[in-house]
Protein backbone atom coordinates (compact mmCIF):
# COMPACT_ATOMS: atom_id res chain seq x y z
CA UNK A 1 0.00 0.00 0.00
CA UNK A 2 1.58 3.50 -0.81
CA UNK A 3 1.87 5.38 1.86
CA UNK A 4 1.26 9.73 1.66
CA UNK A 5 4.90 11.12 3.32
CA UNK A 6 4.57 12.83 6.46
CA UNK A 7 5.60 15.78 5.11
CA UNK A 8 2.70 16.12 2.73
CA UNK A 9 0.64 15.50 5.27
CA UNK A 10 1.49 18.46 7.40
CA UNK A 11 1.38 20.55 4.35
CA UNK A 12 -2.13 19.95 3.47
CA UNK A 13 -3.29 19.75 7.68
CA UNK A 14 -1.38 23.31 8.08
CA UNK A 15 -2.96 25.58 6.25
CA UNK A 16 -6.30 24.16 6.91
CA UNK A 17 -5.79 24.53 10.66
CA UNK A 18 -4.48 28.00 10.32
CA UNK A 19 -7.75 29.05 8.27
CA UNK A 20 -10.29 27.34 10.81
CA UNK A 21 -12.98 29.54 11.79
CA UNK A 22 -12.10 30.98 15.24
CA UNK A 23 -14.04 33.48 17.31
CA UNK A 24 -11.35 35.77 19.55
CA UNK A 25 -10.55 34.83 22.98
CA UNK A 26 -13.29 36.70 24.66
CA UNK A 27 -15.71 34.45 22.87
CA UNK A 28 -16.81 31.71 24.85
CA UNK A 29 -19.83 29.40 26.51
CA UNK A 30 -21.68 31.63 29.15
CA UNK A 31 -20.25 34.85 28.01
CA UNK A 32 -21.94 37.87 28.98
CA UNK A 33 -22.85 40.50 25.83
CA UNK A 34 -22.84 43.93 26.46
CA UNK A 35 -27.02 45.70 26.42
CA UNK A 36 -27.64 48.55 24.72
CA UNK A 37 -24.71 49.29 22.57
CA UNK A 38 -23.42 47.80 19.37
CA UNK A 39 -21.51 44.69 20.36
CA UNK A 40 -18.30 43.67 18.03
CA UNK A 41 -17.38 40.14 17.39
CA UNK A 42 -14.47 39.34 15.72
CA UNK A 43 -11.75 36.40 15.42
CA UNK A 44 -10.28 34.29 12.32
CA UNK A 45 -11.36 32.83 8.94
CA UNK A 46 -10.03 31.95 5.37
CA UNK A 47 -8.66 35.11 3.81
CA UNK A 48 -11.39 36.45 1.65
CA UNK A 49 -14.22 33.95 3.25
CA UNK A 50 -17.65 35.14 4.44
CA UNK A 51 -18.82 35.00 8.10
CA UNK A 52 -22.59 35.30 8.84
CA UNK A 53 -23.05 35.92 13.13
CA UNK A 54 -26.87 34.69 14.10
CA UNK A 55 -27.67 35.52 17.81
CA UNK A 56 -31.04 36.80 18.85
CA UNK A 57 -32.82 37.54 15.87
CA UNK A 58 -30.14 39.28 13.93
CA UNK A 59 -27.98 38.00 11.05
CA UNK A 60 -24.99 39.61 10.42
CA UNK A 61 -22.06 39.08 7.33
CA UNK A 62 -18.37 40.37 7.14
CA UNK A 63 -15.93 39.78 4.51
CA UNK A 64 -12.93 38.56 5.59
CA UNK A 65 -9.73 40.48 4.73
CA UNK A 66 -6.52 38.54 3.05
CA UNK A 67 -5.04 37.85 6.58
CA UNK A 68 -7.95 36.13 7.54
CA UNK A 69 -9.57 38.23 10.10
CA UNK A 70 -13.09 39.56 9.94
CA UNK A 71 -15.10 41.68 12.15
CA UNK A 72 -18.99 42.80 12.43
CA UNK A 73 -21.71 44.66 14.71
CA UNK A 74 -24.54 43.12 16.07
CA UNK A 75 -27.00 45.46 16.91
CA UNK A 76 -27.75 47.09 20.46
CA UNK A 77 -29.83 44.33 22.30
CA UNK A 78 -31.94 44.94 25.38
CA UNK A 79 -30.97 42.86 28.87
CA UNK A 80 -31.69 39.52 29.01
CA UNK A 81 -31.37 36.26 31.34
CA UNK A 82 -32.37 34.02 28.58
CA UNK A 83 -29.53 31.36 27.51
CA UNK A 84 -28.99 31.56 23.92
CA UNK A 85 -26.69 30.54 21.25
CA UNK A 86 -24.43 32.23 18.49
CA UNK A 87 -23.79 30.78 15.77
CA UNK A 88 -21.26 31.65 13.39
CA UNK A 89 -20.55 30.13 9.95
CA UNK A 90 -18.17 30.74 7.45
CA UNK A 91 -18.38 29.60 3.45
CA UNK A 92 -17.12 25.55 5.09
CA UNK A 93 -17.28 25.82 8.69
CA UNK A 94 -19.24 27.10 11.79
CA UNK A 95 -19.05 27.51 15.50
CA UNK A 96 -21.50 28.14 18.10
CA UNK A 97 -21.24 29.76 21.40
CA UNK A 98 -24.25 28.29 24.26
CA UNK A 99 -25.52 30.52 26.75
CA UNK A 100 -25.15 33.30 26.20
CA UNK A 101 -26.89 36.30 28.16
CA UNK A 102 -27.61 39.87 27.77
CA UNK A 103 -26.63 42.66 30.50
CA UNK A 104 -23.60 44.72 31.68
CA UNK A 105 -19.75 44.11 31.48
CA UNK A 106 -16.97 45.25 33.48
CA UNK A 107 -13.22 44.87 32.86
CA UNK A 108 -11.70 44.54 36.42
CA UNK A 109 -8.26 44.67 36.25
CA UNK A 110 -5.07 45.47 38.57
CA UNK A 111 -2.35 43.58 40.70
CA UNK A 112 -2.69 41.45 43.20
CA UNK A 113 -5.13 43.08 45.95
CA UNK A 114 -7.60 42.87 42.46
CA UNK A 115 -6.36 39.25 42.24
CA UNK A 116 -7.11 38.41 45.92
CA UNK A 117 -9.95 35.81 45.52
CA UNK A 118 -13.10 35.14 47.69
CA UNK A 119 -11.40 32.01 49.12
CA UNK A 120 -8.92 34.08 51.23
CA UNK A 121 -11.34 36.94 51.90
CA UNK A 122 -12.71 38.19 55.84
CA UNK A 123 -15.40 35.23 56.04
CA UNK A 124 -14.77 32.99 53.24
CA UNK A 125 -16.86 30.22 54.09
CA UNK A 126 -19.95 32.32 54.33
CA UNK A 127 -19.35 34.53 51.35
CA UNK A 128 -18.78 30.93 49.57
CA UNK A 129 -21.87 29.55 50.56
CA UNK A 130 -24.31 32.11 49.66
CA UNK A 131 -22.26 32.56 46.07
CA UNK A 132 -25.24 31.30 43.98
CA UNK A 133 -25.43 34.12 41.40
CA UNK A 134 -25.98 31.97 38.03
CA UNK A 135 -26.40 35.42 36.02
CA UNK A 136 -22.82 36.68 37.08
CA UNK A 137 -20.00 35.36 34.69
CA UNK A 138 -16.58 35.49 34.76
CA UNK A 139 -13.99 35.43 32.26
CA UNK A 140 -10.05 35.19 34.01
CA UNK A 141 -6.69 35.51 32.69
CA UNK A 142 -6.36 31.98 32.68
CA UNK A 143 -9.82 31.86 30.91
CA UNK A 144 -9.19 33.52 27.61
CA UNK A 145 -10.36 31.42 24.21
CA UNK A 146 -12.42 29.10 27.04
CA UNK A 147 -15.81 29.06 28.50
CA UNK A 148 -16.66 31.63 30.96
CA UNK A 149 -17.57 30.65 35.17
CA UNK A 150 -20.37 30.87 35.93
CA UNK A 151 -20.72 31.98 39.68
CA UNK A 152 -21.78 29.31 42.18
CA UNK A 153 -20.28 28.01 45.70
CA UNK A 154 -18.47 25.86 43.20
CA UNK A 155 -17.07 28.06 41.08
CA UNK A 156 -16.93 31.33 43.27
CA UNK A 157 -13.34 30.48 45.10
CA UNK A 158 -11.47 31.52 42.67
CA UNK A 159 -13.12 35.02 41.54
CA UNK A 160 -11.29 38.36 42.54
CA UNK A 161 -13.20 38.98 45.78
CA UNK A 162 -13.68 42.90 44.53
CA UNK A 163 -15.01 42.27 41.63
CA UNK A 164 -17.40 39.72 42.79
CA UNK A 165 -18.75 42.11 45.41
CA UNK A 166 -19.07 44.65 42.83
CA UNK A 167 -21.21 42.80 40.88
CA UNK A 168 -23.01 41.04 43.13
CA UNK A 169 -24.38 44.66 43.88
CA UNK A 170 -25.13 45.75 40.83
CA UNK A 171 -26.92 42.64 39.69
CA UNK A 172 -28.99 42.85 43.18
CA UNK A 173 -29.32 46.58 42.02
CA UNK A 174 -30.13 46.60 38.37
CA UNK A 175 -31.52 43.26 37.81
CA UNK A 176 -29.45 42.19 35.02
CA UNK A 177 -26.32 39.74 33.99
CA UNK A 178 -23.42 41.09 34.99
CA UNK A 179 -19.97 40.08 32.81
CA UNK A 180 -16.82 40.67 34.25
CA UNK A 181 -13.35 40.39 32.67
CA UNK A 182 -10.65 39.68 35.31
CA UNK A 183 -6.64 40.44 34.17
CA UNK A 184 -4.96 40.91 37.52
CA UNK A 185 -0.99 39.98 38.25
CA UNK A 186 0.66 40.43 41.85
CA UNK A 187 3.21 42.72 41.85
CA UNK A 188 2.18 44.46 38.48
CA UNK A 189 3.05 47.74 37.58
CA UNK A 190 0.75 50.57 35.55
CA UNK A 191 3.94 50.53 33.42
CA UNK A 192 3.28 46.68 32.43
CA UNK A 193 -0.46 47.69 31.89
CA UNK A 194 -0.09 50.86 29.75
CA UNK A 195 0.71 50.06 26.04
CA UNK A 196 3.94 50.64 24.24
CA UNK A 197 2.77 53.20 21.55
CA UNK A 198 0.50 54.75 24.25
CA UNK A 199 4.53 55.24 26.98
CA UNK A 200 6.59 56.24 23.69
CA UNK A 201 4.17 59.43 23.63
CA UNK A 202 5.71 60.79 27.07
CA UNK A 203 9.43 60.76 26.54
CA UNK A 204 9.94 61.19 30.25
CA UNK A 205 7.41 58.06 31.35
CA UNK A 206 9.10 55.84 28.04
CA UNK A 207 12.68 56.65 29.88
CA UNK A 208 11.77 56.43 33.30
CA UNK A 209 10.16 53.09 32.42
CA UNK A 210 12.80 51.53 30.17
CA UNK A 211 15.73 52.96 32.76
CA UNK A 212 14.82 53.37 36.39
CA UNK A 213 11.50 51.23 37.06
CA UNK A 214 12.81 48.38 35.12
CA UNK A 215 16.23 48.21 36.43
CA UNK A 216 14.98 48.66 39.78
CA UNK A 217 12.25 45.53 39.40
CA UNK A 218 15.15 43.60 37.79
CA UNK A 219 16.89 44.02 40.95
CA UNK A 220 14.03 43.22 43.29
CA UNK A 221 13.65 39.74 41.32
CA UNK A 222 17.55 38.76 41.31
CA UNK A 223 17.36 39.33 45.34
CA UNK A 224 13.96 37.19 45.44
CA UNK A 225 15.67 34.44 43.32
CA UNK A 226 18.11 34.35 45.52
CA UNK A 227 16.43 33.93 49.10
CA UNK A 228 14.50 31.28 47.24
CA UNK A 229 17.99 29.47 46.54
CA UNK A 230 19.14 30.04 49.84
CA UNK A 231 15.82 28.85 51.93
CA UNK A 232 16.39 25.40 49.60
CA UNK A 233 19.60 25.43 50.49
CA UNK A 234 18.98 25.75 53.94
CA UNK A 235 16.26 22.52 53.64
CA UNK A 236 18.86 20.78 51.97
CA UNK A 237 16.46 20.93 48.26
CA UNK A 238 17.73 21.68 45.15
CA UNK A 239 16.94 25.31 43.55
CA UNK A 240 14.74 24.96 40.71
CA UNK A 241 15.28 27.76 37.87
CA UNK A 242 17.93 30.25 37.38
CA UNK A 243 19.22 32.68 39.97
CA UNK A 244 19.69 35.13 37.04
CA UNK A 245 16.50 35.57 34.23
CA UNK A 246 18.72 37.73 32.12
CA UNK A 247 18.52 41.05 31.42
CA UNK A 248 17.00 41.46 28.01
CA UNK A 249 14.92 38.58 28.81
CA UNK A 250 13.22 40.35 31.96
CA UNK A 251 13.21 43.66 30.49
CA UNK A 252 10.88 42.47 27.35
CA UNK A 253 8.19 41.10 29.76
CA UNK A 254 7.90 44.73 31.96
CA UNK A 255 7.06 47.64 30.13
CA UNK A 256 3.32 47.27 27.97
CA UNK A 257 3.82 43.12 28.71
CA UNK A 258 0.46 42.86 30.03
CA UNK A 259 -1.32 45.17 28.26
CA UNK A 260 -0.04 42.83 25.18
CA UNK A 261 -0.98 39.74 26.60
CA UNK A 262 -4.37 40.55 28.09
CA UNK A 263 -5.90 43.89 27.36
CA UNK A 264 -5.25 44.05 23.55
CA UNK A 265 -6.64 40.54 23.10
CA UNK A 266 -10.04 41.46 24.56
CA UNK A 267 -10.00 44.87 22.42
CA UNK A 268 -12.74 46.26 21.28
CA UNK A 269 -15.01 43.55 23.17
CA UNK A 270 -18.15 45.95 24.20
CA UNK A 271 -18.03 47.05 28.27
CA UNK A 272 -19.61 49.52 30.08
CA UNK A 273 -16.66 50.39 31.91
CA UNK A 274 -13.29 49.44 34.03
CA UNK A 275 -12.19 48.71 37.91
CA UNK A 276 -9.37 49.27 38.88
CA UNK A 277 -7.32 48.33 41.81
CA UNK A 278 -3.01 48.75 41.91
CA UNK A 279 -0.56 51.27 42.80
CA UNK A 280 1.49 49.25 45.62
CA UNK A 281 4.15 48.32 43.20
CA UNK A 282 4.78 51.70 41.81
CA UNK A 283 4.71 53.42 45.70
CA UNK A 284 7.92 54.22 44.62
CA UNK A 285 7.73 56.87 42.23
CA UNK A 286 4.39 58.72 42.93
CA UNK A 287 5.43 61.54 40.85
CA UNK A 288 5.82 59.12 37.40
CA UNK A 289 2.43 57.63 38.72
CA UNK A 290 0.77 61.03 38.35
CA UNK A 291 1.33 61.29 34.63
CA UNK A 292 1.22 57.18 34.15
CA UNK A 293 -1.84 56.53 35.45
CA UNK A 294 -3.79 59.07 33.65
CA UNK A 295 -2.21 57.80 30.23
CA UNK A 296 -2.99 54.57 30.60
CA UNK A 297 -6.40 55.25 31.19
CA UNK A 298 -6.51 57.42 28.43
CA UNK A 299 -4.79 54.90 26.36
CA UNK A 300 -7.65 51.84 26.98
CA UNK A 301 -10.37 54.71 26.31
CA UNK A 302 -8.67 55.25 23.03
CA UNK A 303 -8.20 52.16 21.84
CA UNK A 304 -11.92 50.97 22.50
CA UNK A 305 -13.44 53.68 21.05
CA UNK A 306 -16.14 54.05 23.30
CA UNK A 307 -15.64 57.96 24.66
CA UNK A 308 -14.88 58.53 28.42
CA UNK A 309 -15.81 54.99 29.47
CA UNK A 310 -16.07 55.17 32.92
CA UNK A 311 -13.03 53.85 35.15
CA UNK A 312 -13.56 53.49 38.89
CA UNK A 313 -10.72 53.10 40.89
CA UNK A 314 -9.44 51.86 44.55
CA UNK A 315 -7.02 54.45 46.59
CA UNK A 316 -4.77 52.27 48.28
CA UNK A 317 -5.23 51.62 52.04
CA UNK A 318 -2.85 52.63 54.99
CA UNK A 319 0.39 50.20 55.42
CA UNK A 320 3.86 49.83 56.12
CA UNK A 321 6.39 49.18 54.54
CA UNK A 322 10.09 48.61 55.32
CA UNK A 323 11.17 49.23 51.56
CA UNK A 324 11.59 52.51 50.39
CA UNK A 325 8.30 54.03 49.37
CA UNK A 326 6.00 57.65 49.68
CA UNK A 327 2.77 55.58 50.18
CA UNK A 328 1.20 59.36 50.93
CA UNK A 329 2.24 60.66 47.41
CA UNK A 330 0.85 57.63 45.51
CA UNK A 331 -2.44 58.40 47.40
CA UNK A 332 -2.46 62.17 46.25
CA UNK A 333 -1.03 60.62 42.44
CA UNK A 334 -4.09 58.52 42.15
CA UNK A 335 -6.39 61.33 43.59
CA UNK A 336 -5.19 63.63 40.92
CA UNK A 337 -6.81 61.45 38.27
CA UNK A 338 -9.68 62.42 39.14
CA UNK A 339 -9.51 64.91 37.33
CA UNK A 340 -9.98 62.95 34.11
CA UNK A 341 -13.76 62.89 32.76
CA UNK A 342 -16.22 59.89 34.19
CA UNK A 343 -13.44 58.84 37.01
CA UNK A 344 -14.55 58.14 40.67
CA UNK A 345 -12.38 56.63 43.47
CA UNK A 346 -13.06 54.29 45.97
CA UNK A 347 -11.27 55.13 49.51
CA UNK A 348 -10.20 52.68 51.82
CA UNK A 349 -8.20 54.10 54.93
CA UNK A 350 -10.32 52.44 57.16
CA UNK A 351 -10.68 48.87 55.65
CA UNK A 352 -6.46 48.65 55.22
CA UNK A 353 -3.94 46.66 58.01
CA UNK A 354 -1.06 47.64 58.77
CA UNK A 355 1.27 44.66 58.81
CA UNK A 356 -0.63 43.37 55.62
CA UNK A 357 -0.72 45.00 52.27
CA UNK A 358 -3.26 42.79 51.14
CA UNK A 359 -6.27 43.46 53.60
CA UNK A 360 -8.61 40.18 53.87
CA UNK A 361 -11.70 43.00 54.29
CA UNK A 362 -12.43 43.39 50.94
CA UNK A 363 -16.45 43.20 50.78
CA UNK A 364 -16.40 47.23 51.87
CA UNK A 365 -13.92 47.50 48.65
CA UNK A 366 -16.34 45.93 46.36
CA UNK A 367 -19.35 47.45 47.65
CA UNK A 368 -17.72 51.05 47.41
CA UNK A 369 -17.13 50.06 44.16
CA UNK A 370 -20.58 49.15 43.12
CA UNK A 371 -21.88 52.59 44.61
CA UNK A 372 -19.86 54.83 42.47
CA UNK A 373 -21.24 52.79 39.10
CA UNK A 374 -24.71 52.92 40.72
CA UNK A 375 -25.06 56.55 41.59
CA UNK A 376 -22.45 58.17 38.10
CA UNK A 377 -23.08 55.46 35.41
CA UNK A 378 -26.41 53.66 36.40
CA UNK A 379 -28.09 57.04 37.71
CA UNK A 380 -29.56 55.34 40.51
CA UNK A 381 -30.07 57.04 43.88
CA UNK A 382 -27.17 56.53 46.00
CA UNK A 383 -24.49 58.09 48.15
CA UNK A 384 -21.44 56.68 46.41
CA UNK A 385 -18.86 59.11 48.11
CA UNK A 386 -17.64 60.02 51.70
CA UNK A 387 -16.62 64.00 52.30
CA UNK A 388 -15.38 65.17 49.57
CA UNK A 389 -12.46 68.28 50.32
CA UNK A 390 -13.14 71.62 48.75
CA UNK A 391 -11.31 74.82 50.37
CA UNK A 392 -10.21 76.46 53.64
CA UNK A 393 -10.88 79.60 55.31
CA UNK A 394 -8.72 81.10 58.29
CA UNK A 395 -10.92 81.98 61.02
CA UNK A 396 -8.66 83.59 63.87
CA UNK A 397 -6.46 80.72 65.12
CA UNK A 398 -8.89 78.42 63.68
CA UNK A 399 -9.11 76.47 60.42
CA UNK A 400 -12.50 76.30 58.45
CA UNK A 401 -12.48 73.48 56.26
CA UNK A 402 -15.47 73.19 53.97
CA UNK A 403 -16.60 70.73 51.61
CA UNK A 404 -18.51 69.79 48.27
CA UNK A 405 -22.20 69.54 48.73
CA UNK A 406 -23.53 66.57 49.18
CA UNK A 407 -26.59 64.57 50.41
CA UNK A 408 -25.09 62.91 53.90
CA UNK A 409 -23.88 65.12 57.22
CA UNK A 410 -20.70 64.92 58.46
CA UNK A 411 -19.52 62.48 60.77
CA UNK A 412 -16.40 62.65 62.98
CA UNK A 413 -15.10 59.95 65.34
CA UNK A 414 -13.16 62.10 68.28
CA UNK A 415 -10.68 59.65 69.49
CA UNK A 416 -9.55 58.87 66.21
CA UNK A 417 -7.94 62.61 65.01
CA UNK A 418 -5.44 62.51 62.10
CA UNK A 419 -5.89 66.22 61.41
CA UNK A 420 -2.93 68.36 61.48
CA UNK A 421 -2.17 71.73 61.01
CA UNK A 422 0.46 74.48 60.21
CA UNK A 423 1.64 77.60 59.91
CA UNK A 424 4.01 79.70 57.87
CA UNK A 425 6.89 77.65 59.12
CA UNK A 426 5.53 74.72 57.67
CA UNK A 427 5.91 72.76 60.59
CA UNK A 428 2.40 70.38 61.57
CA UNK A 429 1.25 69.84 64.85
CA UNK A 430 -1.75 67.50 65.82
CA UNK A 431 -5.12 69.27 65.68
CA UNK A 432 -8.59 68.90 67.25
CA UNK A 433 -11.44 69.34 65.26
CA UNK A 434 -15.70 69.44 65.73
CA UNK A 435 -18.30 69.78 63.07
CA UNK A 436 -20.14 72.79 62.84
CA UNK A 437 -23.21 72.37 59.99
CA UNK A 438 -21.61 71.05 57.06
CA UNK A 439 -18.15 72.46 57.63
CA UNK A 440 -15.22 71.49 60.09
CA UNK A 441 -13.63 73.32 62.09
CA UNK A 442 -9.72 72.46 62.98
CA UNK A 443 -7.26 73.83 65.27
CA UNK A 444 -4.33 73.15 67.26
CA UNK A 445 -2.66 75.14 70.61
CA UNK A 446 1.17 74.85 69.46
CA UNK A 447 -0.10 76.80 66.30
CA UNK A 448 -1.23 80.89 66.48
CA UNK A 449 -1.71 81.11 63.00
CA UNK A 450 -2.44 78.50 60.91
CA UNK A 451 -2.31 78.44 57.06
CA UNK A 452 -2.52 74.58 56.63
CA UNK A 453 -4.71 72.05 57.32
CA UNK A 454 -4.14 68.01 56.41
CA UNK A 455 -6.10 65.24 57.25
CA UNK A 456 -4.60 61.75 57.75
CA UNK A 457 -1.49 62.78 55.56
CA UNK A 458 0.73 59.74 56.53
CA UNK A 459 1.20 55.93 55.33
CA UNK A 460 -1.09 54.15 58.01
CA UNK A 461 -3.34 57.19 58.47
CA UNK A 462 -6.44 56.41 61.50
CA UNK A 463 -9.80 57.15 59.38
CA UNK A 464 -12.07 59.71 61.89
CA UNK A 465 -13.90 61.70 59.11
CA UNK A 466 -17.10 60.11 57.87
CA UNK A 467 -20.58 60.71 56.81
CA UNK A 468 -23.44 59.32 58.07
CA UNK A 469 -23.94 57.15 55.01
CA UNK A 470 -20.89 55.43 56.31
CA UNK A 471 -17.82 56.01 54.05
CA UNK A 472 -14.80 57.61 55.00
CA UNK A 473 -13.10 61.37 53.44
CA UNK A 474 -10.45 60.62 51.59
CA UNK A 475 -6.79 62.01 52.71
CA UNK A 476 -6.64 65.77 51.83
CA UNK A 477 -4.29 68.52 52.29
CA UNK A 478 -4.89 72.51 52.00
CA UNK A 479 -1.44 73.01 50.88
CA UNK A 480 1.06 72.13 47.86
CA UNK A 481 4.17 72.58 50.10
CA UNK A 482 7.10 69.84 48.75
CA UNK A 483 6.88 66.71 50.94
CA UNK A 484 10.49 67.60 52.13
CA UNK A 485 9.85 71.10 53.07
CA UNK A 486 7.00 69.91 55.33
CA UNK A 487 7.86 67.83 58.00
CA UNK A 488 5.51 67.06 60.74
CA UNK A 489 5.76 66.60 64.54
CA UNK A 490 3.60 63.17 64.90
CA UNK A 491 4.46 62.31 68.22
CA UNK A 492 1.34 62.25 69.85
CA UNK A 493 -0.78 61.07 67.16
Given at each position: ?????I??V?????????????????????????????????????????V?????G??????????G??????????A?????????K?????????????????????????????????????????????????????????????????????????????????????????????????????????????????P??????????????????????????????A?????????????????S?????????????V???????F????????????????????????????????????????Q????????????????????????????G???T???????????????????R?????L?R??D??????????????Q??????????????A???K?????????????????????I?????????????????????????????????????A??F?????????????????
Open positions: MNRIPSLLILIIPSLAHALKLAPPFGDHMVLQRDMPVPIWGRAAPSSTTVDFAQSKTAQADAENWMLDLDPMESREGRTLTVSDREGVSIEDVLIGEVWVCSGQSNMKFDVKRMLDAEKEIAAANYPEIRLLGINGLGKPWDVCSPQTVSEFSAVAYVFATRLQEALGVPIGLLSFSIGGSSAFRWTSRDALKSNELWAYGNEVYTRERYEHELAYRKRKHDRAVRGEEYKGALDPGWEVFKAQIGALYGRYIDKVPFAIRGLWYQGESDKRHPQMYAMLFPLMIQSWREVWGEGDIPFYFVLPGFETSAPADIVGLREAQADTLSLPNTMVVIDVGEAKDNHPANKRPVGEAALLAATYKPVVDSGPVFASVSEDARLRVHFAPAESLVLVDEGGFEVAGEERVFHPAEAKEGDTLLVWSTEVSEPVAVRYAWIDTPEASLFNTAGLPAPRSDDWPSEAAVGNRDAM
